[in-house]
């Protein structure tokens, strides 16, 4: 059968490549523009902004933007000072008496040509001596500035204020002395006298820094809602292949956890804001990137990024509507400056070693762990005397064959109770060390007028699979171009590409349920690697791997956006632009029949390998954006006023083709084409959603002390029908900054600035529906269709297709409405080197969608859900910094708090049932009995009755249970909140105090850092093998060697219990207080020691900047977690693929 996809998908994905070519031409324009708009830097107007750079380099850029010659002795330029200048549009004269003044130099212009020449020296600076100057430095207040730098310019004469804000210093007449501190404007000051007092000025800085918000940006000074930013500098020097890597700790309140992907190499990073956003679920905020909302936050390059500001509250986030009721995460990636072309490359490579890999028992102990198990059960031995003889035989090399032709399958080599093979198949599976690297690429610059930024990227990651490998590459390529056409009209046009390839082994499911690490945990360590004929052995799965196909996934995303910025008055700024989010995805798997020589030296098909087969998905998500803003802004004197009124619209266009068969022609040809199965499948899904809607803000600030904004949207989805589909919601954030009354002046200058913030805000979620799967038409009665396949019902003679009752749907759905209501604090103290930020909030969400009441059985049709279920999320959040400078010596520490946790407030569940939701339930609960340990011989007589499903016939070993309601025996109850019967609430799976730590540390050309990052408080009770080690099912246990540590009759002290192999196992496996797990952690996340070459050095390899690091992720982890689990990854069974310690060089240059 012909299974001809293209025809059906064909015409998207040439539109898609049509689209690259059109992407093509746009950026050939765009570099030709690039070129006008350097060449319009080479004229005789200068601008230059450069901090403590050779002469030498501000030379080489005037003679670039002037067109001038000069002529000069390098020697004299080399040992000339380091010149600071900020320039735009300045004459060349005046550049030259900026860079020359305090120099022993001195110029002239003739034509077309400088020439640079020294001094003459007079006899009076030649013989002058240093003299110890003596002075203080104070604050505009006359107050001491206990800690401020004073350098003598030009030289390494450092030295720094006491604690009176006194200092001196070796200086001569004439000598310029630098004066620097944290929160201040730099001085520079020249020696006129042996006493001297220098003032230094608050920095404007930290009081005129912008922050990104919805729609625009506002100074942080007049920030009321729950905002927080992070930018490039917090970002750049940490290697990372995902933005979300860097942020996790960052920022608190944001909450990043690791996906069941653990340590893939292409895996991704679970996102939240503030906790639940669902029954017991922590859904993520939206994703806005310059400006577009709905972008995807792991296509990103991490060093196209300028800043990313989180949104928290609804107050702030009330103007994305509907599409943000968990926050927004507000990225802006960099922009061009002004200038001529600066280029910066940074690579990192990188070498990793999983880590928290299980360690499997050697064979011997594993077998008599397992004939253990069987006798408890009373099912005789699972190894006999003649296996456990070759396993010591192989042990002791007095043997070196693994494995002998199976006795219990014809021709056929012996496998699991029969080999006598010793491997630790996690060592044996896994690479010791695999590889990893990145590069990125950026190009930047611009004229009066227009700027442009030019971002490449490379990131390949090798995984960690020993036999097959697996590999994850992703290429970023990211331009953006900002025109100012005039005073009145600007345009910018931002295109984003990237493309990702994740090739791995096809671990079909036909053969190991498709959970490769499941697969290796359940590997017995006596397997063989090798059969005696130096194939692989079938059990281990080895050759499946290497040769039994690949599954590939392919990924394109293209972004592009243009803009148009029209400013017809003073204070108004109008805003329209479209933007193209598309997603073209291709996945195939690929399945090779295997082959392997038996015992009688014929041929043998490898099980779950045939027939081969192939199957290949085509998807594409196209999403169109059109917002269209105006932002005004006024100040009136004292008042300063800002207005923001905007519309949008998205459509979103969502389409997938499948199509598989059996029985290819050829195994090294894989296509649908060439498959002659019975079974061929195809299928296909559309599906539409719209969204509109209006939103404003009102801004208001009295002398930056009164602070009020109130935001708003009015939107509409197409998720609902017409009579619901509308609604809108308001916020409202107030501040003030107490720091600007009289009344605190007495201890300014100890509390700098002190800012209180209250918000409230309402919001809406349509998304409520997206648990699971996408659901977009809640309102459409679907048919379900079943077509005639070999296991369809028959119909007489024939196999007849059939179409299913439609369900019922409630029409009244609607939208969920989540109201948050914040109080929070800003302060900085010590001349702002110490700075806080404190929020509380409570989140209510109400009309989750939950079940209604039952019906007649008779009606045919399961009820359809109705908006009758409210959940509650309290929590706090906690920052600190502090900065400080002494000498060449920085040093700084940033702590984050955060935590907060959930509860049901409306469900209907009116008995109470714990096996369901209930109004009050705590989220995250643990519901369990009360264990006072293992049954001893001297107790195990009073043994309590059990339930019978349980197998409950209790032996020394086993656990026991306390009686809690006294009745006499261990039970349920009614099994309600009321009447837990002997189970009651032992633990909270709710990870609790979620914290990070940077130290950062700098001397002279050296800098370092540490990051932290952990949980304070978690509880889980994990049911898996890779906790219990013995299942029920010999082909599902996983007994490690801390599982060593069992009750026995040798080690009655165990810490396990007796084990069975059989569904005995029930009545030990409770979930009880006993083995109830502490997962709370701390990990040090990355160490990172770099050093920045001396701009005297770099400037002679024309380099501005350039930086070596070595860095370590992930490097210890601290916690109480059962050995064989990783913190950081799911704890429901730990079958997730490894975390790495990652050890990298890197190196950071600017031209």
Same mark, same amino acid.
């Given at each position: 059968?012909?299974?001809?996809?293209h025809?059906?998908?064909?015409?998207?994905?040439?539109?898609?490549?049509?689209?690259?070519?059109?992407?093509?031409?746009?950026t050939?324009?765009?570099?030709?523009?690039?070129m006008?708009?350097?060449?319009?830097?080479?004229?005789?107007?200068?601008?230059?902004?450069?901090?403590?750079?050779?002469?030498?380099?501000?030379?080489?850029?005037?003679?670039?933007?002037?067109?001038?010659?000069?002529?000069?002795n390098?020697?004299?330029l080399?040992? /000339?000072?380091s010149?600071?200048i900020?320039?735009?549009?300045?004459?060349?004269?005046?550049v030259?008496?900026i860079?020359?003044?305090?120099?022993?130099?001195?110029?002239?212009?003739?034509?077309?040509?400088?020439l640079?020449?020294?001094?003459?020296?007079?006899?009076?600076?030649?013989?002058?001596?240093?003299?110890?100057?003596?002075?203080?430095?104070?604050?505009?207040?006359?107050?001491?500035i206990?800690?401020?730098?004073?350098?003598?310019?030009?030289?390494?004469?450092i030295?720094s204020?006491?604690?009176?804000?006194?200092?001196?210093?070796?200086?001569?007449?004439?000598?310029?002395?630098?004066?620097?501190?944290?929160?201040?404007?730099t001085?520079?000051?020249?020696?006129?006298?042996?006493?001297?007092?220098?003032?230094?000025?608050?920095?404007?800085?930290?009081?005129?820094?912008?922050?990104v918000?919805?729609?625009?940006?506002?100074?942080?000074?007049?920030?009321?809602?729950?905002?927080?930013?992070?930018?490039?500098?917090?970002?750049?020097?940490?290697?990372?292949?995902?933005?979300?890597?860097?942020?996790?700790?960052?920022?608190?309140?944001?909450?990043?956890?690791?996906?069941?992907?653990g340590? *893939?190499?292409?895996?991704?990073?679970?996102?939240?804001?503030?906790?639940?956003?669902?029954?017991?679920?922590?859904?993520?905020?939206?994703v806005v990137?310059?400006?577009?909302?709905?972008?995807?936050?792991?296509?990103?390059?991490?060093?196209?990024?300028?800043?990313v500001?989180?949104?928290?509250d609804?107050?702030?986030?009330?103007?994305?509507?509907?599409?943000?009721?968990?926050?927004?995460?507000?990225?802006?990636?960099?922009?061009?400056?002004?200038?001529?072309?600066?280029?910066?490359?940074?690579?990192?490579?990188?070498?990793?070693?999983p880590?928290?890999?299980?360690?499997?028992?050697?064979?011997?102990?594993?077998?008599?762990i397992?004939n253990?198990?069987?006798?408890?059960a009373?099912?005789?031995?699972?190894?006999?005397?003649?296996?456990?003889?070759?396993?010591? +035989?192989?042990?002791?090399?007095?043997?070196?064959?693994?494995?002998?032709?199976s006795?219990?399958?014809? +021709?056929?080599?012996?496998?699991?109770?029969?080999?006598?093979?010793?491997?630790?198949?996690?060592?044996?599976?896994?690479?010791d060390?695999?590889?990893a690297?990145?590069?990125?690429?950026?190009?930047?610059?611009?004229?009066?007028?227009?700027?442009?930024?030019?971002?490449?990227?490379?990131?390949?990651?090798?995984?960690?699979?020993?036999?097959?490998?697996?590999?994850?590459?992703?290429?970023?390529?990211?331009?953006?171009?900002?025109?100012?056409?005039?005073n009145?009209?600007?345009?910018?046009?931002?295109?984003a590409?990237?493309?990702?390839?994740?090739?791995?082994p096809?671990t079909?499911?036909?053969?190991? &349920?498709?959970?490769y690490?499941?697969?290796?945990?359940?590997?017995f360590?006596?397997?063989?690697?090798?059969?005696p !004929?130096?194939?692989?052995?079938?059990?281990?799965?080895?050759?499946?791997?290497e040769?039994?196909?690949?599954?590939? +996934?392919?990924?394109?995303?293209?972004?592009?956006?243009g803009?148009?910025?029209?400013?017809?008055?003073?204070g108004?700024?109008?805003?329209?632009?479209? !933007?193209?989010?598309?997603?073209?995805?291709?996945?195939?798997?690929?399945?090779?029949?295997?082959?392997?020589?038996?015992?009688?030296?014929?041929?043998?098909?490898?099980?779950?390998?045939t027939?081969?087969?192939?199957?290949?998905?085509?998807?594409?998500t196209?999403?169109?954006?059109?917002?269209?803003?105006?932002?005004?802004?006024k100040?009136?004197?004292?008042?300063?006023?800002?207005?923001?009124?905007?519309?949008?619209?998205?459509l979103?266009?969502?389409?997938?083709?499948?199509?598989?068969?059996?029985?290819?022609?050829?195994?090294?040809?894989?296509?649908?084409?060439?498959?002659?199965?019975?079974?061929?499948?195809?299928?296909?899904?559309?599906?539409?959603? *719209?969204?509109?809607?209006?939103?404003?803000?009102?801004?208001? /600030?009295?002398?930056?002390?009164?602070?009020?904004?109130?935001?708003?949207?009015?939107?509409?989805?197409?998720?609902?029908?017409?009579g619901v589909?509308?609604?809108?919601?308001?916020?409202?954030?107030?501040?003030?900054?107490?720091?600007?009354?009289?009344?605190?002046?007495?201890?300014?200058?100890?509390? %700098?600035?002190f800012k209180?913030?209250?918000?409230?805000?309402?919001?809406?979620?349509?998304?409520?529906?997206?648990?699971?799967?996408?659901?977009?038409?809640?309102?459409?009665?679907?048919?379900?269709?079943?077509?005639?396949?070999?296991?369809?019902?028959?119909?007489?003679?024939?196999?007849?297709?059939?179409?299913?009752?439609?369900?019922?749907?409630?029409?009244?759905?609607?939208?969920?409405? !989540?109201?948050?209501?914040?109080?929070?604090?800003?302060?900085s103290?010590?001349?702002?080197?110490?700075?806080?930020?404190?929020?509380w909030?409570?989140?209510?969400?109400?009309?989750f969608?939950g079940?209604?009441?039952?019906?007649?059985?008779?009606?045919?049709?399961?009820v359809?859900? /109705?908006?009758n279920?409210?959940?509650?999320?309290?929590?706090f959040?906690?920052?600190?910094?502090?900065?400080?400078?002494?000498?060449?010596?920085?040093?700084?520490?940033k702590?984050?708090?955060?935590?907060?946790k959930?509860?049901?407030?409306?469900?209907p569940?009116?008995?109470?049932?714990?096996?369901?939701?209930y109004?009050?339930e705590?989220?995250?609960?643990?519901?369990?009995?009360t264990?006072?340990?293992?049954?001893t011989?001297d %107790?195990?007589?009073?043994?309590?009755?059990?339930?019978? =499903?349980?197998?409950g016939?209790?032996?020394?070993?086993?656990v026991?249970?306390?009686?809690?309601?006294?009745?006499g025996k261990?039970?349920i109850?009614?099994?309600?909140?009321?009447?837990?019967?002997?189970?009651?609430?032992?633990?909270?799976?709710?990870?609790?105090?979620q914290?990070?730590?940077t130290?950062?540390?700098?001397?002279?050309?050296?800098?370092?850092?540490l990051?932290?990052?952990?949980?304070?408080?978690?509880?889980?009770?994990?049911?898996?093998?890779?906790?219990? &080690?013995?299942?029920?099912?010999?082909?599902?246990?996983?007994?490690?060697?801390?599982?060593?540590?069992?009750?026995?009759?040798?080690?009655?002290?165990?810490?396990f219990?007796?084990?069975? $192999?059989?569904?005995?196992?029930?009545?030990?496996?409770?979930?009880?207080?006993?083995?109830?797990?502490?997962?709370?952690? $701390?990990?040090?996340?990355?160490?990172?020691?770099?050093?920045?070459?001396?701009?005297?050095?770099?400037?002679?390899?024309?380099?501005?900047?350039a930086?070596?690091?070595?860095?370590?992720?992930?490097?210890?982890? =601290?916690?109480?977690?059962?050995?064989?689990?990783?913190?950081?990854?799911?704890?429901?069974?730990?079958k997730?693929?490894?975390?790495?310690?990652?050890?990298s060089?890197?190196?950071?240059l600017?031209?």
């Amino acid at each position: 059968m012909i299974l001809n996809l293209h025809n059906r998908y064909g015409d998207s994905y040439h539109a898609f490549y049509k689209f690259l070519l059109v992407m093509k031409i746009t950026t050939l324009f765009l570099m030709i523009t690039i070129m006008q708009v350097s060449a319009s830097t080479f004229a005789q107007k200068i601008t230059l902004n450069k901090v403590n750079a050779p002469l030498s380099l501000i030379i080489e850029e005037i003679r670039n933007q002037s067109n001038y010659d000069f002529f000069y002795n390098k020697k004299a330029l080399k040992l /000339a000072k380091s010149v600071t200048i900020n320039v735009k549009d300045a004459s060349l004269e005046e550049v030259l008496e900026i860079c020359l003044k305090d120099q022993s130099l001195e110029y002239q212009i003739s034509d077309k040509t400088v020439l640079i020449k020294g001094k003459e020296l007079s006899i009076y600076n030649i013989f002058q001596t240093k003299e110890k100057i003596l002075g203080k430095v104070v604050d505009e207040k006359g107050l001491p500035i206990p800690g401020a730098t004073v350098k003598v310019k030009g030289t390494n004469r450092i030295t720094s204020a006491d604690g009176s804000g006194s200092f001196s210093i070796d200086a001569i007449e004439g000598d310029v002395l630098i004066v620097t501190f944290i929160g201040s404007v730099t001085q520079e000051v020249r020696v006129t006298k042996t006493n001297m007092t220098i003032v230094l000025k608050e920095s404007s800085k930290m009081l005129d820094e912008m922050v990104v918000v919805g729609y625009g940006a506002k100074k942080k000074v007049n920030l009321t809602g729950s905002i927080d930013q992070v930018t490039a500098k917090d970002l750049d020097d940490r290697p990372a292949t995902r933005l979300s890597q860097v942020l996790q700790g960052q920022m608190p309140g944001l909450n990043i956890t690791t996906t069941t992907a653990g340590g *893939a190499p292409n895996a991704t990073q679970n996102i939240n804001v503030r906790g639940f956003t669902g029954l017991g679920v922590t859904g993520g905020p939206l994703v806005v990137i310059d400006g577009v909302q709905g972008g995807d936050i792991n296509s990103i390059n991490p060093s196209d990024i300028e800043s990313v500001t989180i949104l928290k509250d609804a107050a702030s986030a009330a103007i994305y509507g509907s599409s943000a009721p968990y926050g927004v995460l507000l990225i802006t990636t960099k922009k061009g400056k002004q200038g001529p072309p600066s280029i910066s490359y940074n690579n990192n490579l990188a070498f990793a070693t999983p880590i928290n890999l299980p360690k499997m028992m050697n064979s011997l102990d594993f077998a008599d762990i397992y004939n253990e198990a069987y006798a408890n059960a009373g099912r005789g031995v699972a190894f006999n005397d003649e296996v456990l003889k070759r396993m010591r +035989d192989y042990q002791a090399a007095i043997i070196t064959t693994e494995t002998v032709p199976s006795k219990t399958t014809t +021709d056929w080599w012996g496998s699991w109770f029969e080999a006598n093979g010793n491997h630790d198949w996690f060592k044996e599976y896994f690479k010791d060390v695999s590889s990893a690297q990145q590069h990125n690429l950026s190009v930047t610059g611009g004229g009066n007028s227009s700027d442009y930024y030019i971002g490449l990227g490379y990131n390949e990651k090798n995984g960690m699979y020993k036999f097959g490998d697996d590999n994850y590459k992703r290429y970023n390529i990211r331009a953006n171009f900002n025109n100012e056409i005039n005073n009145w009209l600007g345009f910018s046009l931002r295109t984003a590409l990237a493309r990702s390839n994740y090739d791995t082994p096809n671990t079909v499911s036909a053969r190991t &349920g498709g959970n490769y690490m499941h697969q290796i945990a359940r590997k017995f360590p006596n397997l063989a690697l090798f059969n005696p !004929t130096g194939e692989y052995n079938e059990a281990n799965d080895i050759l499946l791997h290497e040769e039994g196909g690949r599954n590939i +996934d392919q990924r394109n995303d293209v972004v592009t956006t243009g803009e148009i910025r029209i400013s017809p008055v003073k204070g108004l700024k109008i805003t329209a632009n479209y !933007t193209f989010d598309g997603i073209f995805s291709n996945q195939s798997a690929h399945l090779k029949t295997l082959y392997t020589t038996l015992p009688s030296n014929n041929l043998g098909t490898i099980s779950g390998t045939t027939p081969n087969a192939y199957s290949l998905t085509n998807t594409r998500t196209i999403h169109h954006v059109v917002n269209a803003f105006a932002n005004y802004e006024k100040n009136l004197g004292d008042h300063n006023i800002a207005l923001t009124a905007g519309y949008v619209k998205e459509l979103t266009n969502y389409n997938t083709t499948s199509g598989s068969n059996t029985n290819l022609y050829s195994d090294n040809i894989p296509s649908l084409n060439l498959t002659y199965g019975a079974n061929a499948s195809a299928s296909d899904a559309a599906r539409q959603l *719209a969204v509109e809607g209006v939103f404003g803000r009102f801004s208001y /600030a009295y002398k930056d002390k009164y602070m009020l904004e109130v935001n708003g949207r009015y939107d509409g989805t197409s998720r609902f029908l017409e009579g619901v589909r509308w609604k809108f919601y308001p916020g409202i954030s107030a501040g003030w900054n107490i720091d600007k009354e009289n009344f605190w002046k007495p201890i300014s200058k100890v509390v %700098n600035t002190f800012k209180l913030r209250l918000n409230y805000g309402s919001q809406a979620d349509q998304q409520f529906l997206d648990v699971n799967t996408p659901n977009w038409y809640p309102f459409y009665p679907s048919l379900g269709t079943t077509r005639p396949t070999s296991t369809s019902w028959f119909f007489g003679t024939a196999r007849e297709a059939s179409v299913s009752a439609p369900p019922l749907v409630n029409n009244d759905l609607t939208w969920v409405t !989540t109201t948050t209501y914040g109080a929070g604090f800003d302060a900085s103290f010590l001349r702002n080197r110490l700075s806080t930020t404190f929020e509380w909030y409570k989140r209510e969400a109400k009309d989750f969608a939950g079940p209604s009441a039952p019906l007649p059985t008779v009606l045919g049709a399961a009820v359809p859900p /109705a908006n009758n279920t409210a959940i509650e999320t309290k929590g706090f959040e906690i920052s600190v910094k502090w900065a400080d400078k002494i000498g060449d010596f920085s040093y700084g520490i940033k702590a984050t708090l955060a935590d907060y946790k959930g509860k049901v407030t409306e469900y209907p569940n009116p008995n109470r049932l714990i096996s369901d939701w209930y109004t009050g339930e705590v989220m995250g609960n643990i519901y369990g009995y009360t264990s006072n340990g293992l049954y001893t011989s001297d %107790n195990v007589g009073t043994a309590i009755p059990t339930p019978a =499903f349980w197998n409950g016939r209790w032996q020394v070993g086993d656990v026991k249970y306390e009686d809690l309601d006294g009745d006499g025996k261990i039970t349920i109850g009614p099994n309600t909140a009321d009447n837990m019967g002997d189970r009651s609430v032992i633990g909270n799976s709710t990870p609790r105090y979620q914290y990070g730590a940077t130290i950062d540390l700098g001397w002279k050309s050296f800098d370092f850092s540490l990051f932290l990052q952990g949980i304070a408080k978690r509880d889980v009770f994990i049911g898996s093998n890779y906790f219990w &080690g013995i299942q029920s099912s010999e082909y599902q246990s996983s007994p490690f060697t801390v599982h060593a540590d069992r009750w026995s009759q040798t080690n009655q002290a165990g810490y396990f219990p007796r084990y069975y $192999m059989s569904d005995e196992v029930n009545k030990n496996y409770q979930t009880s207080t006993r083995y109830l797990q502490n997962a709370a952690y $701390m990990r040090i996340k990355n160490v990172q020691l770099g050093y920045t070459l001396p701009a005297n050095i770099a400037s002679k390899v024309f380099l501005k900047r350039a930086r070596l690091y070595v860095s370590v992720e992930n490097l210890a982890t =601290f916690t109480d977690l059962i050995k064989t689990m990783d913190p950081e990854l799911s704890l429901s069974d730990a079958k997730i693929y490894p975390l790495q310690r990652t050890y990298s060089f890197g190196l950071n240059l600017t031209l």
